[in-house]
């Protein structure tokens, strides 16, 4: 049985094709453009060309994220069901990391926390919602100021050792911040690190209301950002563990719960 | 005089509020926050007002994150600064 | 932002000096200095009449700004900052006025001042500033009551309008004019961050919406959190708008409509208002230092 996870993002589409449960066939991610039905479908298409597939083959298919409602019941990936992110993300992690207690998802517009039960249900969870500064756009619209891309911000962040407070608290006006911190001869590195130490922190306070239990995993397009977790795992006094592709396991959740849709029938 | 310290961003309203005509200065809410939010200060509104209780500049913009440690998810929640203080001066809206 | 997109946030700096005024009779000549995130503000009074004034940005340096716009401000008047009786400093940038006497929180300067534009009606001042919004309620003598201020947030401030003049590439000064050239008003885009609904913006005018009809979406978003924001201190006659965002035809129509309340019209430049109360203040300050009151 083959079941797909649909996860449109703010950013990004990702969708993992999973043949009985267990075996990852695929993964594709494409980003949103301004017809989010049309992006979807394409990256949709895609995996089933690597998979050699046809939507046919295809038992079942849950859609998750920020855009879900457009492939709801749409053709052609026409997702049967769809789950709020923090369903899909805690379901995702615990397949993977069996012991799993909590998942923190920080995607390009949103941050969440999500505490995961026995079976990769969702115990608690704390969303940040809304405000750029708690999340992935919040690195982007840094590393433009810098004049660095933004694959370069984390390795940027990691060679420097000095702590330098950042007082704005918000995207736009931390990028007015850091101009002026860049006309102080202060070094792209230090203020790279004061801005990934920052994003952290605001994460870390927020998961922190959820108490935080082992074991702590990080998922989602900025756990790609080296420079993001040794901050965090400071603020949080804890390992975190990052499994590899950690931008598909929304995706990956949504198609274990087709799955166990399907199971139940 | 009714103050009010904090913000409204994307994600919400986070406002912690001094009744200065209320507080009387004690500073039993200062010293009962465990995260140095709060501080005493010379009410600039009132000639006549003597001391009053604010929240520090450097909390001002991150109050949501500064008291999120005192407001959990789930749970009873007990926010110190308000039950230290007598004449029930300072209350949060969220 | 980035010079190179072309300077729409760029708003015109300027001085000006009362031409029916003179200095040498004065008992009293005291200075305001206002340093805001985004703009500084100085102003001269004489017996507590405004005489001089100028408005420029706000340098990387604090301190230098604050010297430069108060010279700026006493350009052609023959007086120097000492000559200056007493000065108070307000605004964010308050503690780096190197000459100034004492400093005054802006919430206060701002009541007292947006009386002295107003009048003593005022009881509710709105002042929307660079990088922040403010909401004050005071009583028939300028004295605060209950206040407000958002300085976390974009959303609500002049420095969201910079972001969005730039991205629709209308001049500041002009962007709130052209949002009211609609014949309909459009539905606000997301009101919740200035970065999302820049973000909504871009998308609505590859979708092919008019540039007036996006800027009408902005400004009623805008003007959504701002009301947000005032009626969380309550709004009471009469009701009057401050700081640099009040010269915005477009957030100041909509707020009007939308509150059902007529703002006061100013007879003086309202991004004046800190600046004016500060020497208001400075003046009081400097007759009970010298046993007037």
Redesign the interface.
Same mark, same amino acid.
């Given at each position: 049985m083959i079941t797909a996870g649909v996860d449109v993002g703010a950013k990004y589409v990702k969708t993992v094709l999973l043949e009985d449960g267990k075996k990852v066939l695929t993964g594709t991610i494409g980003p949103v453009g301004?017809d989010v039905s049309k992006s979807a479908t394409e990256v949709f298409e895609k995996a089933l060309l690597n998979a050699n597939l046809k939507r046919e083959q295809i038992n079942q298919v849950v859609a998750t994220g920020m855009g879900r409602k457009s492939v709801h019941q749409t053709p052609p990936i026409n997702a049967r069901e769809i789950v709020p992110e923090v369903i899909a993300d805690a379901k995702g992690t615990h397949h993977l990391i069996p012991t799993v207690k909590t998942v923190i998802d920080v995607g390009a517009?949103e941050g969440r926390g999500v505490k995961v039960g026995e079976n990769g249900g969702v115990k608690?969870?704390?969303i =940040?919602?809304?405000?750029?500064?708690?999340a992935g756009?919040f690195i982007e619209?840094m590393a433009r100021a810098l004049e660095v891309g933004v694959e370069d911000m984390g390795p940027l962040a990691l060679k420097s050792t000095n702590v330098i407070p950042m =007082?704005?608290?918000?995207?736009?006006?931390a990028?007015?911040e850091v101009v002026?911190l860049i006309?102080?001869k202060i070094s792209k590195e230090d203020i790279a690190k004061a801005i990934h130490d920052a994003m952290a922190?605001?994460i870390a306070?927020?998961v922190?209301?959820?108490?935080v239990e082992k074991d702590v995993a990080l998922i989602g397009g900025v756990a790609r950002n080296t420079g993001f977790l040794p901050p965090l795992k400071k603020e949080l006094n804890t390992e975190i563990i990052v499994p590899e592709h950690p931008e598909y396991v929304g995706a990956l959740g949504a198609a274990m719960l087709a799955f166990e849709m399907e199971g139940q029938k | 005089m009714q103050a009010h310290y904090g913000y409204k961003?994307?994600?919400g309203d986070y406002f912690i509020i001094v009744d200065t005509d209320k507080c009387n200065g004690c500073e039993k809410c200062v010293k009962a926050c465990p995260y140095g939010v709060l501080e005493l200060v010379e009410n600039e509104f009132d000639i006549e007002g003597g001391l009053m209780t604010a929240v520090t500049e450097e909390h001002r913009?991150?109050i949501?994150?500064?008291c999120?440690?005192c407001?959990?998810?789930?749970g009873e929640r007990r926010l110190p600064c308000v039950l230290a203080c007598e004449t029930k001066a300072i209350t949060h809206s969220w | 932002?980035s010079e190179e997109s072309g300077e729409f946030w760029r708003w015109r700096e300027y001085r000006h000096t009362q031409p029916s005024m003179d200095w040498h009779d004065a008992k009293i000549i005291t200075g305001g200095v206002d340093i805001g995130?985004v703009g500084s503000k100085a102003v001269v009074m004489v017996d507590g009449e405004l005489y001089a004034y100028s408005v420029m940005r706000t340098g %990387?340096v604090s301190e230098e700004t604050a010297i430069k716009v108060t010279n700026w401000a006493l350009e052609g008047t023959g007086l120097k900052t000492e000559n200056l009786h007493h000065v108070v400093g307000t605004g964010y940038g308050r503690v780096n006025v190197p000459f100034a006497n004492k400093t005054i929180t802006e919430i206060a300067c701002h009541a007292r001042g947006a009386h002295y534009i107003y009048g003593p009606t005022v009881r509710t001042v709105l002042d929307i500033g660079g990088?922040d919004c403010k909401a004050i309620r005071c009583d028939d003598k300028g004295k605060v009551m209950s206040f407000l201020m958002n300085d976390?947030?974009?959303a609500g401030t002049g420095? %969201?309008l910079e972001?969005f003049a730039d991205l629709i590439r209308i001049p500041i000064e002009e962007v709130g004019k052209v949002s009211l050239t609609v014949t309909e008003e459009p539905p606000p885009v997301?009101n919740?961050?200035?970065?999302?609904a820049k973000a909504e913006s871009v998308?609505l005018l590859?979708?092919g919406w008019p540039k007036e009809r996006v800027a009408a979406a902005y400004h009623l978003a805008m003007v959504d959190r701002i009301i947000d924001l005032l009626t969380k201190v309550g709004i009471e006659k009469d009701f009057v708008i401050t700081g640099g965002v009040a010269k915005n035809i477009g957030i100041v129509s909509r707020l009007e409509r939308n509150l059902g309340i007529k703002p006061l019209e100013a007879k003086l430049d309202p991004i004046l208002a800190g600046a004016l109360g500060a020497a208001l203040f400075a003046k009081a300050l400097y007759e009970k230092q010298i046993g007037l009151r």
């Open positions: 301004f517009e608690d969870f704390v =940040n919602e809304r405000c750029a500064a708690g756009t619209t =007082n704005a608290q918000c995207c736009v006006f990028e007015s002026t006309h102080s922190s605001r306070s927020m922190l209301r959820m108490g | 961003d994307g994600s913009k991150k949501k994150y500064s999120a440690p407001k959990p998810v789930s | 932002m995130s %990387g990088q976390k947030c974009a420095r %969201g972001v997301s919740t961050c200035v970065i999302f998308a590859r979708q």
